[in-house]
T-cell receptor, first 114, second 110 residues
Framework: DTAVSQTPKYLVTQMGNDKSIKCEQNLGHDTMYWYKQDSKKFLKIMFSYNNKELIINETVPNRFSPKSPDKAHLNLHINSLELGDSAVYFC?????????????FGSGTRLTVV | GENVEQHPSTLSVQEGDSAVIKCTYSDSASNYFPWYKQELGKGPQLIIDIRSNVGEKKDQRIAVTLNKTAKHFSLHITETQPEDSAVYFCAASTGYQLIWGAGTKLIIKP
C-alpha cells in the first residue's frame, strides 16, 4: 500500500491551461503539505493543511489554490499555467503532536508547461 | 526564523570510501534533525533522524552526529556503495515545521 500517493505522475500542458494534482495519504496523519522542487533540487514549501485547515501559506502566486476535502486528501489546482511553473511537485504528510512525526513524501508529479 | 545551510552542494567519493555532509542551523530551539535521501525520479525518504537530547545515532553504515553548542549536525556514510548515489537533504525543526537545507548531490565513483 502506497503511504502518500499523488496523481498524475507526469503532466504536460500548454501555457494558460488550468490543471489539478491530487494527493491522498493512508497513514492517518493530520497534516499535509505541498512542495515545489525546481531544477536545482531545492525543496520549497508552498502550503500546509492541518485537519483541513490552512496553516502554512507561503508566498506563491494566487494562481495556486490548495483544497483539502478531508484530512487524508490535499489537492493542488493551478490556474493559467506559466512556463515558470514547470517543476516537480511533492505532496507530504506528517502527524502533529507537539513535534514533527513521520514526515513522508509522495513520489512527485513532474509538471511541464510548454 | 530558522535557517539551515548544507555543505557541500556536490560530493564525489570513491566507492568504499566515507562521505560526510554537514548542516548548520540558526535557531537554538531546534530539537529535531532528520536526513532524507532522494533517488532519481522519487520523493525524499527519511533515512535517519536525531533529537536534541542525543549526540549521535547510528544505523548500519549511516550515522548522524549533533553538536548543539556549535549548532551543526552531520551525516556520515561509511563504505559507500553505488546505491548511495542520490541527493541528500538535512532539515531542522523547532516544532511543527521542517526547515530544509539546499541538498547535497552525492556521486559514488566506481
Amino acid at each position: 500500500d502506497t503511504a502518500v500517493s499523488q496523481t498524475p505522475k507526469y503532466l504536460v500542458t500548454q501555457m494558460g491551461n488550468d490543471k489539478s494534482i491530487k494527493c491522498e495519504q493512508n497513514l492517518g496523519h493530520d497534516t499535509m503539505y505541498w512542495y515545489k522542487q525546481d531544477s536545482k533540487k531545492f525543496l520549497k514549501i508552498m502550503f500546509s493543511y492541518n485537519n483541513k485547515e490552512l496553516i502554512i501559506n507561503e508566498t506563491v502566486p494566487n494562481r495556486f489554490s490548495p483544497k483539502s476535502p478531508d484530512k487524508a486528501h490535499l489537492n493542488l489546482h493551478i490556474n493559467s499555467l506559466e512556463l515558470g511553473d514547470s517543476a516537480v511537485y511533492f505532496c507530504a504528510s506528517s502527524q502533529r503532536d507537539g513535534r514533527v512525526v513521520g514526515y513522508t513524501f509522495g513520489s512527485g508529479t513532474r509538471l511541464t508547461v510548454v | 526564523g530558522e535557517n539551515v545551510e548544507q555543505h557541500p552542494s556536490t560530493l564525489s567519493v570513491q566507492e568504499g570510501d566515507s562521505a560526510v555532509i554537514k548542516c548548520t542551523y540558526s535557531d537554538s530551539a531546534s530539537n529535531y534533525f532528520p536526513w532524507y535521501k532522494q533517488e532519481l525520479g522519487k520523493g525524499p525518504q527519511l533515512i535517519i533522524d536525531i533529537r536534541s537530547n542525543v549526540g549521535e545515532k547510528k544505523d548500519q553504515r549511516i550515522a548522524v552526529t549533533l553538536n548543539k553548542t556549535a549548532k551543526h549536525f552531520s551525516l556520515h556514510i561509511t563504505e559507500t556503495q553505488p546505491e548511495d548515489s542520490a541527493v541528500y537533504f538535512c532539515a531542522a525543526s523547532t516544532g511543527y515545521q521542517l526547515i530544509w537545507g539546499a541538498g547535497t548531490k552525492l556521486i559514488i565513483k566506481p
